[in-house]
């Protein structure tokens, strides 16, 4: 959902820019972006590969100038090296370089250099939860592992505003999920969170707001139901043995858009936004044996754009 209007002064975790234009040699990254973000809640980028959402993310934090347009972080403008901006916001690039020479610990307090004590404590308290251990050094540390020290960095400053480039990425389910209920938590305290995500039914729990990018322009901007209204879930059944023919029959139905058998598994695609009402169905049917395992397969990026926006190549 698109948040409330704000007054002209309330300014605090708001993202303004007005025709945001960055090109690389012969590539046009960002091709005149407006948006506004915040005050509060959590707003999604989504994209193929090259489609801005990085340029867009370092240029809100002053790490690369725009070729033309404005952009306002936090009540103040983006110029110059950005360092004022950065002061009031934390950020999580989607490339991680780290000194793999320096314990987990060390690289949290560098990360966190200029940052009072607090935030260190915070951070060491969040690493702890997802068991990193700060004693090794990063070099021997998995991808996930260096994106939860970043996470931890990045979470940790009390501040209004965080801008996070896929900061799930690399993480096994239940750390992400994990990592998904601190970002929920920090957006009800009034934290605004701008985050991209190659995940599509990771923004669908996390953000209040989805906003897609394409060869550098902004294609959409809605609620995460209006998207899913429109787009297919995947539902995995295992049964205990293969359906019938007649029993895969009695899976169709409205809301369902295809039927694939593999053995004792069926996968089903539902256009619905919540596919309980169909597994509410199925229990009813005294016909079909209950299944033994219920998966969600989620929704492909790729999927989402061709099937609503047109868009191939994430």
């Given amino acids: 959902m698109t948040p409330a209007a704000s007054t002209p002064t309330d300014t605090t975790g708001r993202i303004v820019c007005r025709g945001l234009k960055r090109r690389f040699g012969d590539k046009q990254a960002l091709k005149g972006i407006d948006l506004e973000v915040g005050p509060g809640g959590i707003t999604g980028l989504l994209g193929p590969n090259g489609s801005g959402k990085s340029t867009l993310m370092r240029c809100l934090t002053g790490l690369i100038r725009p070729d033309a347009g404005h952009a306002e972080v936090d009540g103040l403008e983006v110029r110059g090296d950005g360092a004022d901006v950065r002061a009031r916001l934390t950020y999580s690039p989607g490339e991680l370089h780290l000194y793999g020479e320096m314990r987990g610990d060390e690289h949290l307090r560098w990360l966190l250099r200029g940052r009072d004590a607090s935030a260190q404590a915070r951070a060491l308290e969040l690493a702890g939860r997802f068991d990193l251990p700060l004693t090794r050094k990063v070099r021997g540390y998995s991808h996930g592992m260096k994106r939860q020290l970043c996470f931890a960095a990045a979470m940790a400053p009390d501040v209004r505003l965080r801008i996070l480039d896929e900061i799930t990425d690399g993480l096994d389910p239940s750390r992400r999920g994990q990592v998904l209920e601190a970002l929920r938590e920090d957006a009800d305290s009034g934290t605004t969170l701008l985050l991209s995500s190659h995940h599509l039914g990771e923004v669908d729990r996390a953000c209040d707001r989805m906003v897609f990018l394409n060869e550098g322009e902004l294609i959409a901007d809605e609620s995460p139901a209006s998207v899913l209204e429109r787009t297919s879930r995947l539902v995995h059944l295992t049964y205990a043995e293969a359906?019938?023919?007649?029993?895969?029959?009695?899976?169709?139905?409205?809301?369902?858009?295809?039927?694939?058998?593999?053995?004792?598994?069926?996968?089903?695609?539902?256009?619905?936004?919540?596919?309980?009402?169909?597994l509410a169905t199925l229990a009813q049917d005294t016909n079909l044996q209950s299944p033994r395992r219920i998966e969600y397969g989620g929704l492909s990026l790729a999927q989402m754009y061709t099937d609503i926006y047109g868009v191939r190549g994430v």
């Fill in 243 to 278: 359906l019938t023919e007649e029993q895969l029959t009695r899976l169709q139905g409205p809301a369902v858009e295809r039927v694939q058998p593999s053995g004792e598994r069926v996968s089903v695609w539902i256009r619905a936004s919540d596919p309980r009402e169909f």
